[in-house]
């Protein structure tokens, strides 16, 4: 079955510093990932994804995420910070020849950016 | 007007009562998808159509019912609905199953007293 971790409920980082959230993933294919970003009282917003191809993946707001298949994880990173990247995290995966239409969510992560 | 429309907003609601939440994507998606978020939670997929058929229903209560009447619009009918089913519901539409990215609405909060 598919499934994804966020280990960590929060993650607090200076501005200017670079951020990583991490994600890790088990499915029984070759997954599609996919990071999404979650403001106050909206609805998700698509960041980027990982298909196929380079593990290095660039996405909106200067995110980018890098896929490693060894460690099954696909952490999103930003180089350095703003207060506005401040926001819920969610990380998900699709398992193309098992899971059809599912998309399987993580179950977020906080980041603050402290100016 | 673009993207994924919710209404309403914002619902209260008594257990007795019926109401349905709407959604409305003008991208030209043929799948939508109905999403429950609670606090603490992580999202709930709780249906799917693609073109215009439903192809997934996660054990759902029969309490939710939803409807596509075409490809562009999707409704969630709600009656005699229970206290821990206040949450926030998301739309969500996308090009086919594969590759394609989730395009969110801006979620109905609803609240059961």
């Known amino acids: ?115 | 007007e673009t993207g994924v429309t919710q209404t309403p907003r914002h619902l209260v609601m008594g257990m007795t009562n019926k109401k349905s939440l709407k959604c409305e994507q003008h991208l030209g998606h043929n799948a939508m998808y109905w999403y429950k978020q609670s606090a603490k939670k992580p999202l709930e997929l709780m249906f799917v159509y693609s073109l215009e058929e439903r192809v997934e229903n996660n054990s759902v209560p029969s309490r939710f019912s939803p409807e596509c009447p075409n490809s562009s619009h999707l409704f969630l009918h709600l009656h005699t609905l229970q206290p821990e089913d206040s949450a926030l519901y998301l739309c969500a539409s996308s090009q086919g199953a594969s590759t394609g990215e989730l395009f969110f609405g801006e979620g109905s909060r609803l609240t059961v007293l």
């Open chain 1, 1 to 115: 079955a598919q499934s994804v971790a966020q280990p960590e409920d929060q993650v607090n980082v200076a501005e200017g510093n670079p951020l990583t959230v991490k994600c890790t993933y088990s499915v029984s294919g070759n997954p599609y990932l996919f990071w999404y970003v979650q403001y106050p009282n909206r609805g998700l917003q698509f960041l980027l994804k990982y298909i196929t191809g380079d593990n290095l993946v660039k996405g909106s707001y200067g995110f980018e995420a890098e896929f490693n298949k060894s460690q099954t994880s696909f952490h999103l990173k930003k180089p350095s910070a703003l207060v506005s990247d401040s926001a819920l995290y969610f990380c998900a995966v699709r398992d193309p020849p098992t899971g059809g239409f599912k998309t399987i969510f993580g179950a977020g992560t906080r980041l603050f950016v402290k100016a």
